[in-house]
Nanobody, 125 residues
């Protein structure tokens, strides 16, 4: 069993930066694929980024602006969000998966077994 606890999001202005963190329990954290997803009102949950070992993979909409990282010693993953836009407004979730499939396959939320509680990020224009 893995429990994920996300940091608080916030209200920022367009162009600002914000870092989210997600602390995980469990001794096998380093072997999990960690994903970041988001869900805006009235929309489906969408992939943002994933971190597996030293590999990262991003949605086109955030590539070049967001950076995912992990600290296995702290059982924590991070999502550094720069140059935020109003369309980045959503509830952000971290997720964990023990399975090993292609990075592209792991962009589906159905691949993930464990989820954080979600944190609201609002970007004003």
């Amino acid at each position: 069993q893995v429990q994920l606890v996300e940091s608080r999001g916030g209200l920022v202005q367009a162009g600002d930066s914000l870092r989210l963190s997600c602390a995980a329990s469990g001794r096998t954290f380093s072997s999990y694929t960690m994903g970041w997803f988001r869900q805006a009102p009235g929309k489906e949950r969408e992939f943002v980024a994933l971190i597996r070992w030293s590999y990262t993979y991003y949605a086109d909409s955030v590539k070049g602006r967001f950076t995912g990282s992990r600290d296995n010693a702290k059982n924590t993953v991070y999502l550094e969000m720069n140059s935020l836009k109003p369309e980045d407004t959503a509830v952000y979730y971290c997720a964990a998966s023990p399975i090993l499939q292609t990075l592209a396959t792991m962009t589906s939320p159905r691949r993930y077994d464990y989820w954080g509680q979600g944190t609201q990020v609002t970007v004003s224009s």
